[in-house]
Protein backbone atom coordinates (compact mmCIF):
# COMPACT_ATOMS: atom_id res chain seq x y z
CA UNK A 1 0.00 0.00 0.00
CA UNK A 2 3.22 2.35 0.57
CA UNK A 3 3.13 2.94 -3.47
CA UNK A 4 -0.24 4.25 -3.42
CA UNK A 5 -0.78 8.13 -5.00
CA UNK A 6 -3.68 9.99 -4.69
CA UNK A 7 -5.35 11.78 -7.72
CA UNK A 8 -8.37 15.18 -7.27
CA UNK A 9 -10.35 16.23 -9.60
CA UNK A 10 -13.50 17.29 -11.13
CA UNK A 11 -15.03 17.39 -14.40
CA UNK A 12 -19.03 18.53 -14.10
CA UNK A 13 -21.56 16.20 -11.25
CA UNK A 14 -19.05 13.70 -9.75
CA UNK A 15 -20.86 11.05 -10.08
CA UNK A 16 -19.96 10.92 -13.61
CA UNK A 17 -16.85 11.19 -13.19
CA UNK A 18 -17.02 8.38 -10.37
CA UNK A 19 -18.47 6.24 -12.68
CA UNK A 20 -15.65 6.21 -15.29
CA UNK A 21 -12.62 6.31 -13.28
CA UNK A 22 -14.10 3.78 -10.91
CA UNK A 23 -13.63 0.92 -13.77
CA UNK A 24 -10.03 1.50 -14.31
CA UNK A 25 -7.47 -1.38 -13.21
CA UNK A 26 -5.18 0.41 -10.29
CA UNK A 27 -8.04 2.46 -8.59
CA UNK A 28 -7.79 1.36 -5.38
CA UNK A 29 -10.09 3.59 -4.01
CA UNK A 30 -12.04 6.60 -4.93
CA UNK A 31 -14.59 9.21 -2.63
CA UNK A 32 -16.93 11.80 -4.08
CA UNK A 33 -16.40 14.75 -2.70
CA UNK A 34 -15.81 18.88 -2.76
CA UNK A 35 -12.47 21.04 -3.18
CA UNK A 36 -11.35 24.19 -4.40
CA UNK A 37 -13.77 26.42 -2.50
CA UNK A 38 -13.73 28.29 0.67
CA UNK A 39 -16.03 26.79 3.07
CA UNK A 40 -15.40 24.21 5.52
CA UNK A 41 -16.80 20.59 5.16
CA UNK A 42 -19.85 22.06 2.90
CA UNK A 43 -22.75 19.76 2.59
CA UNK A 44 -24.33 19.06 -0.98
CA UNK A 45 -27.05 21.59 -0.60
CA UNK A 46 -25.17 24.63 -0.22
CA UNK A 47 -22.18 23.22 -3.18
CA UNK A 48 -25.22 22.60 -5.46
CA UNK A 49 -26.00 26.55 -5.16
CA UNK A 50 -22.70 27.43 -6.44
CA UNK A 51 -21.77 30.08 -3.47
CA UNK A 52 -19.06 28.06 -1.30
CA UNK A 53 -16.24 27.80 -4.68
CA UNK A 54 -16.10 24.41 -4.36
CA UNK A 55 -16.05 21.69 -7.76
CA UNK A 56 -18.08 18.60 -7.15
CA UNK A 57 -14.92 16.37 -7.60
CA UNK A 58 -13.34 12.49 -6.65
CA UNK A 59 -10.59 12.07 -4.74
CA UNK A 60 -8.56 8.48 -6.31
CA UNK A 61 -6.17 6.67 -4.15
CA UNK A 62 -4.65 4.50 -7.70
CA UNK A 63 -1.21 2.39 -8.00
CA UNK A 64 0.95 3.92 -10.33
CA UNK A 65 2.37 0.80 -11.13
CA UNK A 66 -1.09 -0.35 -12.51
CA UNK A 67 -2.16 3.05 -13.97
CA UNK A 68 0.01 6.46 -14.22
CA UNK A 69 -0.96 10.05 -13.21
CA UNK A 70 -0.43 10.62 -17.15
CA UNK A 71 -3.09 8.37 -18.41
CA UNK A 72 -5.75 8.57 -15.50
CA UNK A 73 -5.77 12.70 -16.28
CA UNK A 74 -5.97 12.17 -19.60
CA UNK A 75 -8.57 9.36 -19.73
CA UNK A 76 -10.22 12.07 -17.03
CA UNK A 77 -9.38 14.61 -20.05
CA UNK A 78 -11.73 12.67 -22.70
CA UNK A 79 -14.27 11.87 -20.16
CA UNK A 80 -15.77 15.15 -19.89
CA UNK A 81 -16.18 18.28 -22.27
CA UNK A 82 -13.03 20.07 -20.96
CA UNK A 83 -14.08 22.99 -22.98
CA UNK A 84 -17.00 24.65 -21.68
CA UNK A 85 -16.30 27.02 -18.58
CA UNK A 86 -18.35 25.76 -15.66
CA UNK A 87 -21.09 23.51 -17.50
CA UNK A 88 -21.20 19.99 -18.37
CA UNK A 89 -24.50 19.67 -20.36
CA UNK A 90 -27.02 20.32 -18.15
CA UNK A 91 -25.21 21.23 -15.06
CA UNK A 92 -24.48 24.80 -15.18
CA UNK A 93 -22.14 26.58 -12.25
CA UNK A 94 -18.68 27.08 -10.90
CA UNK A 95 -19.35 23.99 -9.19
CA UNK A 96 -19.78 21.92 -12.40
CA UNK A 97 -16.46 23.29 -13.40
CA UNK A 98 -13.59 21.45 -15.23
CA UNK A 99 -10.41 21.17 -12.70
CA UNK A 100 -7.26 19.65 -12.01
CA UNK A 101 -6.02 19.98 -8.26
CA UNK A 102 -2.37 18.26 -8.51
CA UNK A 103 -1.09 17.04 -5.02
CA UNK A 104 2.66 18.30 -5.61
CA UNK A 105 5.01 19.61 -8.60
CA UNK A 106 5.41 16.55 -10.26
CA UNK A 107 1.90 16.15 -10.72
CA UNK A 108 1.34 19.62 -12.03
CA UNK A 109 3.98 19.30 -14.71
CA UNK A 110 2.32 15.88 -15.99
CA UNK A 111 -1.13 17.69 -15.90
CA UNK A 112 0.39 20.89 -18.06
CA UNK A 113 1.25 18.06 -20.73
CA UNK A 114 -1.78 16.34 -20.45
CA UNK A 115 -3.51 19.37 -20.90
CA UNK A 116 -1.17 19.94 -24.11
CA UNK A 117 -2.03 16.34 -25.57
CA UNK A 118 -5.57 16.61 -25.36
CA UNK A 119 -6.10 19.73 -27.08
CA UNK A 120 -6.18 18.58 -30.55
CA UNK A 121 -9.22 16.27 -29.53
CA UNK A 122 -11.14 19.42 -29.27
CA UNK A 123 -11.90 22.14 -31.67
CA UNK A 124 -12.58 24.85 -28.83
CA UNK A 125 -9.89 25.69 -26.32
CA UNK A 126 -9.31 23.58 -23.10
CA UNK A 127 -10.24 25.64 -20.03
CA UNK A 128 -9.95 23.05 -17.42
CA UNK A 129 -8.34 25.01 -14.21
CA UNK A 130 -5.12 23.74 -12.63
CA UNK A 131 -4.87 24.52 -9.07
CA UNK A 132 -2.58 23.29 -5.98
CA UNK A 133 -4.85 20.78 -3.93
CA UNK A 134 -5.64 22.05 -0.71
CA UNK A 135 -8.66 20.22 1.05
CA UNK A 136 -10.95 17.77 -0.04
CA UNK A 137 -14.00 17.27 1.55
CA UNK A 138 -16.08 14.15 1.58
CA UNK A 139 -19.60 14.08 0.20
CA UNK A 140 -22.64 12.40 2.01
CA UNK A 141 -23.18 8.69 2.02
CA UNK A 142 -25.87 9.18 -0.97
CA UNK A 143 -23.33 10.43 -3.36
CA UNK A 144 -20.51 7.95 -3.07
CA UNK A 145 -20.97 4.97 -6.09
CA UNK A 146 -23.56 6.37 -7.59
CA UNK A 147 -23.91 4.90 -10.49
CA UNK A 148 -23.26 1.51 -9.52
CA UNK A 149 -26.11 1.39 -6.87
CA UNK A 150 -28.64 3.34 -9.07
CA UNK A 151 -28.21 2.33 -13.11
CA UNK A 152 -31.89 2.35 -13.61
CA UNK A 153 -32.15 5.76 -12.86
CA UNK A 154 -33.24 8.21 -15.78
CA UNK A 155 -29.59 10.36 -15.34
CA UNK A 156 -27.27 7.06 -15.24
CA UNK A 157 -29.21 6.26 -18.35
CA UNK A 158 -29.10 9.29 -20.54
CA UNK A 159 -26.31 10.87 -19.13
CA UNK A 160 -23.56 8.22 -17.61
CA UNK A 161 -23.94 5.17 -19.56
CA UNK A 162 -23.05 7.20 -23.03
CA UNK A 163 -19.70 8.25 -20.50
CA UNK A 164 -19.01 4.47 -19.47
CA UNK A 165 -19.64 2.97 -23.12
CA UNK A 166 -17.07 5.48 -24.80
CA UNK A 167 -14.61 4.37 -21.63
CA UNK A 168 -15.14 0.44 -22.38
CA UNK A 169 -14.80 1.19 -26.50
CA UNK A 170 -11.22 3.92 -26.00
CA UNK A 171 -9.83 2.43 -23.34
CA UNK A 172 -10.92 -1.60 -22.92
CA UNK A 173 -7.65 -2.66 -22.14
CA UNK A 174 -7.62 -0.33 -18.90
CA UNK A 175 -10.65 -1.81 -17.45
CA UNK A 176 -11.23 -3.87 -14.55
CA UNK A 177 -13.05 -7.10 -15.75
Same mark, same amino acid.
Given at each position: ?? !?????????????????? &????????????????????????????????????????????? &???????????????????? !???????????????????????????????????????? &??????????????????????? !????????? &????????????????????
Amino acid at each position: ME !NLATATFGGGCFWCIEAV &IQRLKGTESLKSGFSGGFIKNPPYREVRTGRTGHAEVIQVIFNPD &IISYHDLIFIFMTSHDPTTL !NRQGADVGTQYRSIILYHNEEQKKIAEKVLEEAQPFYDDK &IVTELAAFEVFYEAEQDHQNYYN !NNQDTRYCQ &IVIDPKVQKLKKMYAEKLVE
